[in-house]
């Protein structure tokens, strides 16, 4: 007798959904038998990462894509539309649209500035306010917001970055404790170093003791299949054998 995934038929939003965590995190998610619709601001990036969600022949969920930046309210507000008329609801919202911008606090741009706390915490609050009243409709959902363990630990260089995932672990505990009564469960996913090319970074030699983003994807997913009795409600996740 063949199992039914938890997440069956469920219709899920994942942004900066075209590389890195984003895009492993859809392509388990279909697995897993979810519709997905991922989103990005590159066109090109978007295609991309769409063909290779549509040519897997193992998930049989619908899949779209919105090109759309999460930090204009608008065009969150319009994401979620999308979700809705595409996939039929909105059951599942991953915000893990990201950038990293990293120099010195004094050297630090006020663009750097901006865009950073933009992207990372603004962008986060505009998708979570155009989901809720979905979410609420349909008579519950799962908020995931991938911070990063930097908002814990920061580091010197790291001030904008750290600061917005600092901002952005309190938004979702705040989020959470306010609808957690309407089966809304919020979580937060705070991995530490994961081998992607990040902020624009090339990959370093002897990278492989990083997390990769399949790693961050799993535990997205495990989490998600939590029974509705249950909200892990912050996890963090780190290398198990980190370069010494």
Known sequence: MTSVSALEG????????????GLATAVALRSAGAHVLIC?????????ALGLLRADGRATGLVASARIDVGEPDQAGQLVDAAVAQLGGLDI????????????????????????????????????RAAIPVMRAGGQGWIVNVSSLAGQHPFAGGAAYCASKAA?????????QEVRQERIRVSCVLPGSVDTRFGGRVRPEGASWKLSADDVARAIVDLLQHPPRSLPSRIELRPSMPRT
Do not use: Q
Request: hydrophobic share 45%; glycine share 10%.
């Open 10 to 21: 469920l219709k899920a939003i994942v942004t900066g959904g075209s590389r890195g965590i």
């Open 168 to 176: 952005l672990n309190a938004l979702t505990e705040s989020l959470m």
């Open 40 to 48: 990005g601001r590159s066109a090109d990036a978007l295609a991309d």
């Open 93 to 128: 919202l991953i915000n893990n649209a990201g950038i990293g911008r990293f120099a010195p606090l004094a050297a630090l741009s006020d663009k750097d500035w901006t865009e950073t706390l933009h992207t990372n915490l603004s962008g986060v609050f505009y998708c979570c």
